[in-house]
């Protein structure tokens, strides 16, 4: 299986200020054939399903706001959140579909300093 | 906007047999259909998937785990069997993508249901 880690598992970022997740992958989800990073970034609120944000490591899903947004190849991303709400108080997780199973990070906490 | 709804029971007895199901409003053609699951306060783990009649499943629940698809009732189902406190959590149904490759590209889930182990 390809082993997702979050860095950190928890930070605390002030209102406006940017948040940065890195998630790493034991092995590269970049596929050769369409040059497709195959990494998703999900939203987990308290009580809720995961939420899509981000798939092809870099690509927002219909309606999240563009100040989350994705980068990274290979085996190494980052979801970054400019201008931090307070409606953006979750955890986010990363996850590999490149083989399956596919994996998820640990999650990463984002709080309100 | 198609939908997902789980449903099944909310306490199982240490070795019994887990059954749930999903109904998905919009139909179930074209797509991957997965299950998973997320204990209290942990991460999320992905427990198989169905595409038509094909299904796969994780290695590591593979021996337990039973995926089946009932298209006229717009259903997919999960059987657990020999269930004990560690699969006590949350389980999701969720929509995957239209190839194997994209089969784990989860864009839709259902709300989830919780699901106790104890006798």
């Known amino acids: 299986d390809i082993v997702m880690t979050q860095s950190p598992d928890s930070l605390a970022v002030s209102l406006g200020e940017r948040a940065t997740i890195n998630c790493k992958s034991s092995?590269?989800?970049?596929?050769?054939?369409?040059?497709?990073?195959?990494l998703s970034w999900y939203q987990q609120k308290p009580g809720q399903p995961p939420k899509l944000l981000i798939y092809w490591a870099s690509t927002r899903e219909s309606g999240v706001p563009n100040r989350f947004s994705g980068s990274g190849s290979g085996t190494d991303f980052t979801l970054t959140i400019d201008s931090l709400q307070a409606e953006d108080v979750a955890v986010y997780y990363c996850?590999?579909?490149?083989?399956?199973?596919?994996?998820f990070g640990q999650g990463t906490r984002v709080e309100i300093k | 906007q198609m939908q997902l709804q789980e449903s099944g029971p909310g306490l199982v007895k240490p070795s019994e047999t887990l059954s749930l199901t999903c109904t998905v409003s919009g139909g179930l053609s074209n797509y991957y259909w997965s299950w998973i699951r997320q204990p209290p306060g942990k991460g999320l783990e992905w427990i198989g998937y169905?595409?038509?009649?094909?299904?796969n499943y994780n290695p590591s629940l593979k021996s337990r785990v039973t995926v089946l698809v009932d298209t006229s009732k717009n259903q997919f189902s999960l059987r657990l069997i020999s269930m004990t406190t560690a699969d006590t959590a949350m389980y999701y149904c969720?929509?995957?993508?239209?190839?194997?490759?994209?089969?784990?590209?989860?864009?839709?889930w259902g709300q989830g249901t919780m699901v106790t182990v104890s006798s």
């Open positions: 969720a929509r995957g993508g239209t190839t194997v490759k994209t089969s784990n590209a989860f864009d839709i």
């Open positions: 996850q590999q579909f490149y083989s399956t199973p596919g994996t």
């Open positions: 092995q590269s989800v970049l596929y050769s054939s369409n040059n497709l990073n195959y």
């Open positions: 169905i595409y038509y009649g094909t299904t």
